[in-house]
């Protein structure tokens, strides 16, 4: 399995912005996708933003147009960079990698009103 260690999570204001990282204890070009999910209480893990070993990228309705993953290859790094933040962003945001698939230990995002 793929490790995934994430960090940068917090709380912060509405409007405010914070950038998540995702460290893979393998090389990026051995995966398909990177990318980021989140889970709020009571409701689904839904996919946030994933990326592809070719650079192709797909973000879910709700964060498309704040919202921006990235990646730095030498470092196995993926990051979301999150602006314009709103309440509704508040959740749980866990790390994904395929081949296999493997889950980051999750890290809290609090957006105050």
């Known amino acids: 399995q793929v490790q995934l260690v994430e960090s940068g999570g917090g709380l912060v204001q509405a409007g405010g912005s914070l950038r998540l990282s995702c460290a893979a204890s393998?090389?990026?070009?051995?995966?398909?996708?990177m990318g980021w999910f989140r889970q709020a209480p009571g409701k689904p893990r839904d996919l946030v933003a994933i990326?592809?070993?070719?650079?192709?990228?797909t973000y879910s309705k709700p964060v498309r147009g704040r919202f921006t993953i990235s990646r730095v290859n030498a470092k196995n790094t993926v990051y979301l960079q999150m602006n314009s933040l709103k309440p509704e962003d508040t959740a749980i945001y866990y790390c994904?990698?395929?081949?296999?698939?493997?889950w980051g230990q999750g890290t809290q995002v609090t957006v105050s009103s």
């Open positions: 994904y990698a395929d081949r296999p698939a493997s």
């Open positions: 990326m592809s070993t070719n650079g192709s990228t």
């Open positions: 393998v090389s990026i070009f051995s995966l398909n996708v």
